[in-house]
């Protein structure tokens, strides 16, 4: 199984200031047929499902805020939060999708400093 | 809009059964794979199986192989997950998630609500 270690488990920002979460996986997860990362991004908040944010991970999902954006590849991946709004607030959760079984990395709770 | 809501969860003595449903809405259900995900305060999310579109492939995480079967009715706009030989282990949120694309192990790009599932005597 692909491991996906997430880091920090926690932290917390001023109000418009950048959260960085970091991602690595036990492997990689590069295809090597498109060139793309097998990578995905979600966001959950209290009592919500998980929100996909990001896949291929750099490309953004319809409707998602410009304010995240997703970087990496091979094993080490960053989700951006670029200015960060009240809103924000969440556990955010990596996933990879290079091969079964889909593993998701164990969250990092972001917070208001 | 996209729309899955669960169903079926509840308590339920080890050893045994649940049937989960999800019914799918605003897309044609028929053109995609879905899956299953679980999520406990100590795993953390958990993927649990997958159903292709056609329903001809289907997988699970090992400790869900032999115990439960992933399954859909096109024809209803409803995925299952039929839940056997429970184990205090298995207690969590079950939320089933569309995938993305049109294979079958891609990224997840709605989920439901979630059904919650407790095993315990």
Redesign the interface.
């Given at each position: 199984d692909v491991v996906m270690t997430q880091s920090p488990g926690s932290l917390a920002v001023a109000l418009g200031e950048r959260a960085t979460i970091n991602c690595k996986s036990s492997q990689s997860v590069l295809y090597t047929s498109n060139n793309k990362n097998s990578l995905a991004w979600y966001q959950q908040k209290p009592g919500q499902p998980p929100k996909l944010l990001i896949y291929w991970a750099s490309a953004r999902e319809s409707g998602v805020p410009d304010r995240f954006s997703g970087s990496g590849s091979g094993t080490d991946f960053t989700l951006t939060i670029s200015g960060l709004q009240a809103e924000d607030v969440a556990v955010y959760y990596c996933q990879q999708y290079y091969n079964f079984p889909l593993t998701f990395g164990g969250g990092t709770k972001v917070g208001i400093k | 809009q996209v729309q899955l809501v669960e169903s079926g969860g509840g308590v339920v003595q080890p050893g045994g059964s649940l049937r989960l449903s999800c019914v799918a809405s605003g897309f044609p259900f028929i053109n995609y794979a879905f899956?299953w995900?679980r999520q406990t305060p100590d795993k953390?999310?958990?993927?649990v199986a997958?159903i292709s579109y056609d329903g001809r492939i289907t997988?699970y995480?090992?400790s869900a192989r032999g115990r439960f079967t992933i399954s859909r009715d096109d024809s209803q706009n409803t995925l299952y997950l039929q839940l056997d030989s429970l184990r205090v282990e298995d207690t969590a949120v079950y939320?089933c998630?569309r995938d993305?694309q049109p294979g079958y192990?891609?990224?997840?790009?709605?989920?439901?609500?979630?059904t919650m599932v407790t095993v315990s005597s």
């Open positions: - | 899956h995900v953390g999310l958990e993927w997958v997988d995480t090992d939320y998630a993305a192990g891609d990224w997840l790009d709605y989920w439901g609500q979630g």
